[in-house]
């Protein structure tokens, strides 16, 4: 084995509070070391931040100049009074929740001190005898607590066996093994693929609920994404599972098979993808984006249809993910499932593009990116393209993209819709299709008991 995660730590003092919410502050820190530090913290863990209080910040991530947005983590606050109640309040929800269920550790004896049985009682959903301490509770429930009068199962921990396991309710307890009965789920490359089919499916089809399942192939902690906040917000999103690790959604989910079911049941339309902050290293395989086949395994095990929302562009600066990234084309030759996705109209189909439409996609690097994509579906292994349904439409129009993300105020990899306009008709080309099997499928609405 190795010697274990490395990571940088530094202390500071909190200079000023950038922003505030419940679920996430961003705090200025001046650090020991005379720098001046943007922190991302979370109240749940230590409760709210003050001016003048010392804390303890993971920066490795910002000494790497990694993708995490600039931001040190505060991993440690020291305690003050507010912070106190807070942790005590939060003590007292798990404890009680445990002694309801009636003193069972995910069925060990409360009592056994055998490090081995409790290891067999943690596969069978680690339940709170052993985050019930008021240390061990400071964590996402700090904010409402294990649910009261819980069934001992419904209590499981997540970042198992780390210093900063908790305990939450399980949202799969109590929903009936179903399946998903042909309904369709859009299965996002990247985070930013979401608020735009979210606000074109309410702009859309402004009656149905929206649920979305956020996997743990990228940032853990659904409070981290300010989309998520923002869509949750305005109501545009009705549900927020955070399946496997991932936490702090409106639901947690053991893994994304049950996410998919609760959201079946919580919701019309589903969709399923990452948080923000994906990884890579340049391999065909070792990247978040491979979770794509992962999802489209589970929603097609589960009787539903996989939409795979293909990840396009003609402007990054990495050969392989120009045309059709090779995320989108691994995912596809990985997946066991047959999953639905739309490409551009290939060239032989272009004249049905007109007029701005037209000079919109002739633009030369962007054309190539168009012709790169059709090269990279014909380059796939033959089973791999009879395995999947690739739906070729024609390319929307400047007017289409504009209403798509009004504002141009979302970005992917740090560019708008202008620098790089084929990622964002990619996702656009996805939703509509999706919304056109949903109203093929009547009725649209749950197919769980």
């Keep these: 084995m190795s010697g274990g995660p490395v990571f940088s730590l530094c202390s500071g003092v909190v200079a ?11 705090v200025l820190v001046r650090t020991a070391d005379g720098h001046r530090r943007r922190a991302i913290h979370y109240p749940g863990w230590f409760g709210p931040l003050r001016t003048g209080q010392t804390v303890w910040l993971n920066v490795e991530a910002v000494r790497l100049g990694l993708g995490a947005g600039g931001f040190a983590v505060v991993v440690w606050a020291e305690r003050h009074a507010g912070a106190e109640e807070t942790v005590k309040e939060t003590a007292k929800g798990g404890t009680e929740a445990a002694d309801q269920a009636g003193g069972k550790d995910a069925g060990v004896e409360a009592g056994e001190a055998d490090a081995a049985a409790r290891a067999e009682g943690a596969e069978a959903g680690m339940g709170t005898g052993e985050a019930g301490g008021a240390e061990a509770a400071v964590g996402p429930e700090a904010r409402r607590g294990p649910a009261a009068g819980l069934e001992r199962e419904a209590i499981v921990v997540k970042e198992r066996y780390t210093p900063l396991q908790f305990a939450v309710p399980a949202a799969e307890f109590g929903v009936p093994p179903g399946r998903l009965a042909g309904r369709p789920v859009l299965i996002l490359p990247l985070h930013s693929a979401l608020p735009l089919a979210v606000r074109w499916l309410r702009r859309r089809r402004p009656g149905w609920r929206i649920a979305f ?17 923002a869509l949750y917000a305005e109501g545009a999103l009705q549900a927020i599972i955070t399946a496997g690790n991932a936490f ?14 609760v959201a079946a049941r919580e919701a019309e339309a589903i969709l399923i993808g990452p948080g923000p902050g994906g990884v890579g290293v340049g391999h065909p395989v070792a990247n978040a984006g491979a979770e794509q086949a992962e999802n489209i395994n589970a929603v097609a095990a589960l009787g539903g249809i996989p939409v795979l929302v293909p ?8 050969p392989r993910h120009r045309g059709l990234s090779h995320h989108t084309r691994t995912a596809l030759a990985l997946a066991f499932g047959s999953a639905h996705l739309v490409l551009p109209a290939p060239a032989g189909r272009r004249e049905r593009h007109s007029g701005a439409s037209a000079s919109l996609w002739a633009v030369g690097p962007v054309r190539a990116a168009v012709d790169a994509v059709q090269a990279a579906w014909a380059a796939l292994p033959p089973a791999v393209r009879r395995r999947h349904r690739a739906v070729f439409r024609p390319l929307p129009s400047p007017a289409a993209l504009d209403a798509f993300d009004p504002g141009g105020t979302v970005r992917t990899m740090g560019r708008d819709r202008r620098a790089d306009p ?21 009725p649209a609405q749950s197919t769980l008991p």
């Design 311 to 318: 990840r396009l562009s003609a402007a990054d600066p990495r």
């Design 248 to 261: 702090g959604g409106t639901h947690e989910a053991i893994n994304r098979y049950g996410g998919l079911l």
């Design 213 to 229: 399942v956020m996997t743990d192939a990228a940032a853990l902690p659904g409070w981290v994404s300010d989309h998520l906040a």
């Design 422 to 442: 084929l990622y964002y008709a990619g996702v656009y080309l996805s939703t509509e299709y999706y919304i056109n099997l949903m109203q093929n499928r009547a």
């Design 16 to 26: 000023a509070i950038e922003e505030r919410r419940p679920e996430r502050e961003i």
